[in-house]
């Protein structure tokens, strides 16, 4: 499985975050950084260049402000209800998963 590793020690706003994340991804340049953007690229559309299974780990968020922790685990979550869904609708995962290691 393909891993993903992120850094977000220089991460200062919400967008910092997205757009290491989407540039991760491979995503086109008109990509969207809201959730729900990212859960249709990530589980449901093939608009990524990197597509599934991989994982995404986060390093370094410990100190970030509290909207970028919370827009991460607002993602996370999403991101978990997203692929029970697709198992639910489609019989089959899209093997993405989500860590933050620090």
């Known amino acids: 499985m393909r891993l993903i590793e992120l850094d977000g020690k220089n991460w200062q706003t919400i967008l910092d975050f997205a757009n290491a994340l989407l540039r991760s991804l491979g995503a086109p340049d008109q990509h969207g950084a809201s959730i729900d953007a990212m859960i249709d690229a990530m589980i449901w559309g093939e ?13 370094n968020t410990a100190g970030l402000p509290k909207e970028i922790r919370e827009y991460i685990k607002a993602l996370r979550e999403a991101l978990v209800e997203a692929r029970a869904n697709r198992r639910a609708q489609e019989g089959h995962d899209a093997d993405v998963n989500f860590e933050i290691a620090s």
Do not use: A, K, Q
């Open 47 to 59: 608009v990524n260049d990197v597509e599934p299974p991989y994982t995404i780990r986060l390093v």
